[in-house]
């Protein structure tokens, strides 16, 4: 099965990412453009014998290893294949 | 006669496909013959990386052998990974400068960062710990488009890999010049320490012995990509064919260099290489080459990547982070468990053999089969014709069509000129602390290192003149190994070794040729006068674009040692009163200056150079720092007298100001601005000197001012400024035209 | 007294650590290796600057895992000293062996320089060399040293005199042009609540020779030896 | 509008990041997971007249800004709220 994982800045927490983004784009020219918000995006397979056990293991990987759960959230999808 | 076969379905080899390969019909006869057949695709496409400019020298070997390569000091010349010097109490300094002019351009991060990467593996193959690195960078026009892009991603790449290995960045130098607006460059060096009896070398000995692969699993990355590329003008079309871009990964470079060096502790290694441009062919060939012997490789054992690579994809793979070692015969489990140790896996691919034929085998049948010697001392050899241009370049600038601006205006003008100002903004972005030893990192003249357990230490520092080169690219190479010497030599260290990286254009043009034979006519001269041996470089042609070259770039780089790094010099001013004295060779001039390109004026031409006195004024150096007699020593470059003499007032701790005496006429030029022949500001208790005037005798030692208490700058009766007000200028230019970074 | 420094496959000033303590400091300190769990009878342990384990993902994030990070939470859990530098102080706060998280500088860019840092509590293991209020100049070199944490925590932090350092210009005032990576609170370097594990940005083990970066850096490495004597 | 960019390193270039990641999961025991590639999950809000309008502009900037043609593929949605 593929997962996808996206993490990203929580909310309220600095994402100089994203203003840098927001600046380069204003200053190409691209005005109507806000609130960018910069993160990361996993993909990953998983050998699970149902689509529930391989959700469960994602989550546990996100929990431990992929966002910390200080400044960042995730969310994640699981597709069959 | 060999037997290769080709594997079905591969390209048809004729005379078309060798060209393509960058081959010549010459080239392809001589590969003919040589295998008494025609090619496979394989073989084809190894000999187009081994015969291509990057790997064989074909154009330059000629010229290079006339370069002084052997020196008491020098342990290891022209030929190894990387040269190597002794500089006492066991220790040997194995260094060497390399280019990513043409990968940095396309993909600047990546670039510049594979390129750190690389030279650090030629650094450490050697046996030698890297604990410096320096970077030579030019790019285009400040206000070019492209260009801060290119700073951007280059010296975030510079930095993402050095910091990330733990090996300090700790000088270099960066231009900014229209000439490069197509091509930049960025030249990498670096520094390893190594114990004598632990040097290693890259020849293979040993039938029999098993060649281990080591590191990152082989991708498709770079095919053609660094040896093509570098053999090629670059033009709009080139883009599109571009191959996958390397990427580099330095915590598994970090890992390779601890489990190598731990891995040549045991002695279970009979010879070692990175595998860098055209990979496991180049490193594999190279190897049997100095050793006379032959290797089969089993390319089904190669760890890979992606699945379906091709024999081609393979030997031509430029994936970086891999390491090709020859074992000692029944050693190499106790190899595998270093390398296990570091979470890295040694896998045998191969084996040495007598019968010196290069060897490939895959899936059962041998696909290439060729004699080791055609890859290595058989390759072509060239002796391009090289002749001047028709026309002197002396005069490319309208001469004198605008008034030249009044002094105290130039003075500010100049200090925040994208070439004088600070380049700090670049080099914080470097880790240069790790390992303490940095004694002074980036910022003064040169790098100065301490050598732990011992008093000795070492300065670095890597310099080019590309302007005083155009003009005259023999005088312009004299001029930039002065500069790179004095700069160490102002330090107190004495001048040792060079390293050079030669960037040149299309050498199949004979006034490109005749700029490269000249330059390396101005190395090889003024390495002799200073008995600083040339220990290892790098030669980068095809640097143009469009048919625009580069203006002809050698890349110098000076090491130099010191018997007590506790007796190194600072560049700036340390004490009020202390009389501040001009020491130079000849008088200034403004041909090739920063203030002739500034204001757009004449320069005119390039004086010529007295190594004898240049000589004098290095030893000069050294030798006012053993007696310890100088408080600063800061060399003139970029900016003249003026310029120097601020930058020697810009420390933050201490505040202090100079108050120089009218020198020449009030904001004559060429006396204040004028660069040229060498020229250094010491600064000095009143009573040492007579004694300096002796050390430097017959030279001009001209007492000029003194330091002040008061934290302002006056130059004769035509300047009088704020410290403070001129180390904004100076910090502030370069943030400010780049994009600021806090 | 003894001292532990662990050694991931990244790390890079461990090297350096160990030089200021055994050959500048004249300590007993050894390394200790990640894949290990023995501390070696450490009385403190040091996490060093570095990329632990290349730190692509978050810098600390797949040290925390590591057998040794297992001792060195035990270890802290029952009172033992723990300094963690740099990337030391990221794994530890990965680890939740100490409060917030450390993200991209503010620049964007990795940034290595000289700061100045005000002793805000001087009265912990980490600290009791100096005095309230006085100035430290230490090198940073760093990419990820943005200090950041909910707002609630940062008051308790204050509140209970965990934050031990922070950024400062020359007049010794935290003010944003003297903060060098965007943290929080100009907060270089914070401790846990027992006050027995203490993470910072700024490197003390290079700047313990006069000439090689100053000797500020010997006050965090003293206070901590009188605090175990 | 909300647009969602991701940001994938391009097939058959060396992803440094999921080769740890996959390293670290794997000594954390999570051995059925394979082939995790690491990419930027970008989000932003757009002002454009028409969905068409601000996919035009969103494909712009990746090209421009957000990717790196060199050695990654971009994919997005934009969705009108
Ligand atoms: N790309 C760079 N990386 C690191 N240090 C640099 C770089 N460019 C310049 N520096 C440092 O800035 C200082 C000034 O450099 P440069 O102008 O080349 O000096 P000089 O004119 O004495 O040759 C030197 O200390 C040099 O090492
Ligand atoms: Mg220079």
Not at chain 2, 271 to 290: F, K, N, P, V, W
Not at chain 2, 439 to 462: N, Q, T
Not at chain 2, 475 to 490: F, K, P, Q
Not at chain 3, 113 to 128: A, G, M
């Amino acid at each position: 099965m593929r997962a996808k994982v996206f993490v990203t800045p929580r909310k309220g927490i600095l994402d100089p990412q994203g203003r840098a983004v927001e600046g380069a784009l204003k200053s190409l020219g691209f005005g109507a453009i806000g609130n960018v918000r910069v993160g990361r995006f996993i993909t990953l397979e998983i050998d699970a014998p149902s689509r529930a056990e391989a959700e469960s293991a994602v989550r546990q990987i996100c929990e431990r290893l992929l966002a910390n759960p200080n400044i960042e959230d995730f969310r994640f999808e699981v597709d069959a294949e | 006669m060999s037997a290769a076969a080709a594997l079905p379905g591969e390209p048809k080899v004729d005379l078309a496909a060798a060209r393509a390969h960058g081959l010549t019909g010459a080239e392809f006869a001589a590969i003919e013959r040589i295998l008494g057949r025609v090619p496979t695709f394989t073989e084809l496409g190894v000999f187009s990386v081994m015969w291509s400019e990057h790997c064989s020298y074909k154009s330059s070997r000629k010229h290079l052998k006339t370069l002084p390569r052997e020196g008491a000091n020098v342990v290891v010349g022209p030929g190894e990974n990387a040269g190597a010097i002794d500089v006492g109490d066991g220790w040997v300094a194995v260094f060497k400068i390399e280019s990513h002019n043409h990968p940095s351009y396309v993909e600047p991060y990546q670039g510049a960062a594979t390129g750190v990467g690389g030279i650090l593996r030629d650094i450490f193959t050697m046996g030698a710990r890297p604990i410096a690195s320096m970077d030579s960078l030019k790019f285009g026009a400040i206000d070019h488009p492209r260009t801060r892009y290119l700073v951007n991603g280059v010296v975030g790449g510079i930095g993402g890999y050095g910091n990330c290995v733990g090996v300090p960045t700790v000088a270099g130098e960066v231009m900014f010049d229209p000439g490069y607006n197509g091509n930049i460059l960025v030249n990498a060096f670096s520094l390893g320490l190594a114990r004598r009896e632990d040097l290693q070398s890259a020849r293979a000995r040993g039938v029999g012995n098993p060649v281990l692969y080591v590191g990152s699993a082989t991708g498709r990355d770079g095919i053609h990509g660094a040896s093509l590329l570098a053999s090629a003008e670059f033009d709009a079309e080139s883009e599109a064919k571009r191959p996958t871009v390397q990427v580099g990964d330095p915590f598994t470079e970090k890992l390779l260099i601890e489990a190598c060096l731990e891995a040549i502790k045991t002695g279970a290694i009979a010879a070692i290489q990175d595998m860098g441009a055209a990979g496991l062919t180049s490193s594999s060939s190279e190897m049997a080459g100095r050793g006379g012997l032959g290797v089969e490789l089993d390319l089904d054992r190669v760890p890979l990547r992606e699945p379906n690579l091709s024999p081609y994809e393979i030997l031509l793979s430029e994936s970086q982070e891999r390491m090709l070692i020859v074992a000692e015969h029944g050693r190499e489990a106790e190899l595998a468990a270093v390398f296990e140790k570091w979470d890295l896996h040694a896998v045998v691919i191969g084996a040495i053999t007598g019968d010196g034929r290069w060897r490939a085998r895959f899936r059962g049948g041998v696909v290439a089969d060729i004699p080791v010697a055609a890859l290595s001392d058989a390759a072509p050899l060239y002796d391009r014709p090289a002749a001047p241009p028709g026309r002197a370049p002396i005069e490319t600038r309208p001469a004198a069509a605008v008034a030249r601006p009044e002094p105290a205006a130039a003075m500010r003008a100049l200090i925040a000129s994208p070439n004088v100002a600070s380049r700090r903004m670049v080099f914080r972005q470097y880790d240069s602390l790790v390992l303490s030893n940095t004694v002074a990192g980036p910022g003064g003249d040169a790098a100065v290192l301490r050598i732990k357990g011992s008093r000795r230490g070492l300065a670095l520092k890597v310099d080019s003149n590309p302007r005083a080169c155009a003009l005259d690219p023999y005088l312009g190479a004299i001029a930039t190994v002065c500069e790179a010497a004095r700069n160490v030599a102002c330090v107190g260290a004495r001048p040792a070794a060079i390293t050079n990286c030669l960037n040149y254009g299309n050498p199949e043009r004979p006034e490109i040729m005749w700029q490269f034979v000249r330059g390396v006519a101005g190395l090889g001269d003024s390495a002799r006068a200073f008995n600083t041996p040339v220990i290892s470089g790098n030669v980068s042609f095809y640097n143009e674009t469009e048919g625009r070259a580069i203006p002809p770039t050698p890349t110098i780089a000076v090491v130099g040692t010191f018997a007590d790094v506790s007796l190194n010099i600072k560049h700036c001013f340390s004490l009020p009163g202390d009389l501040v004295v001009l020491v130079r060779t000849a008088p200034p001039s403004l041909a090739a200056s920063e203030y002739a390109d500034l204001f757009r004026v004449a320069g005119g031409a390039l004086a010529p150079i007295d190594l004898v006195r240049e000589r004098r004024l290095l030893d000069g150096l050294v030798e006012c720092a053993q007696r310890r007699l100088l408080r600063s020593a800061h060399d003139v470059s970029e900016g003249g007298m003026a310029v120097a003499l601020a930058e020697a007032c810009f420390d933050s701790d201490r505040g202090l100001g100079a108050e120089i005496e009218p020198v020449a006429t009030d904001g004559d030029a060429e006396a204040w601005f004028g660069e040229g022949a060498s020229s250094v500001i010491v600064s000095a208790p009143a009573e040492n000197l007579k004694a300096i005037r002796d050390i430097f005798a017959p030279l001009e030692v001209r007492p000029v001012g003194r330091v002040a208490a008061a934290a302002r700058l006056k130059l004769g009766r035509w300047f009088d400024e704020d410290v403070a007000t001129l180390r904004r200028l100076y910090e502030e230019a370069l943030p400010g035209r780049l994009g600021r970074h806090d | 007294m003894k001292w532990g420094v662990v050694r991931f496959p990244g790390s890079l000033d461990d090297g350096d650590a160990l030089w200021a303590l055994r050959d500048v400091l004249g300590q007993e300190a050894a390394p200790l290796w990640h894949k290990e769990e023995s501390l070696g009878g450490a009385e403190c342990v040091v996490l060093p600057g570095g990329f632990s384990y290349g730190d692509y993902l978050r810098c600390g994030a797949i040290a925390r895992f590591s057998p040794i990070m297992k001792s060195v939470a035990r270890f802290a859990a029952d009172g033992g000293l723990v300094l963690g530098i740099c990337n030391g102080f990221q794994i530890l706060c990965e680890a939740h062996l100490l409060p917030g998280a450390l993200t991209r500088n503010r620049s964007l860019a990795f940034v290595c320089d000289f700061v100045d840092l005000r002793v805000e509590n001087p009265s912990t293991p980490f600290t009791r060399a100096a005095h309230r209020g006085e100035t430290l100049r230490l090198p940073i070199k760093h990419g990820e040293g943005c200090y950041v944490a909910p707002e609630d925590e940062l008051r308790q932090l204050e509140e209970r005199g965990q934050i031990l350092l922070r950024y400062v210009d020359e007049r010794g005032e935290a003010t944003d042009a003297a903060n060098p990576n965007g943290s929080m609170r100009s907060i270089a370097g914070v401790a846990n609540d027992r006050f027995n594990v203490f993470g910072l940005m700024p490197h003390p083990e290079h700047a313990v020779e006069a000439a090689l970066g100053g000797v500020a850096g010997r006050k965090i490495f003293e206070s901590i030896a009188g605090a175990a004597r």
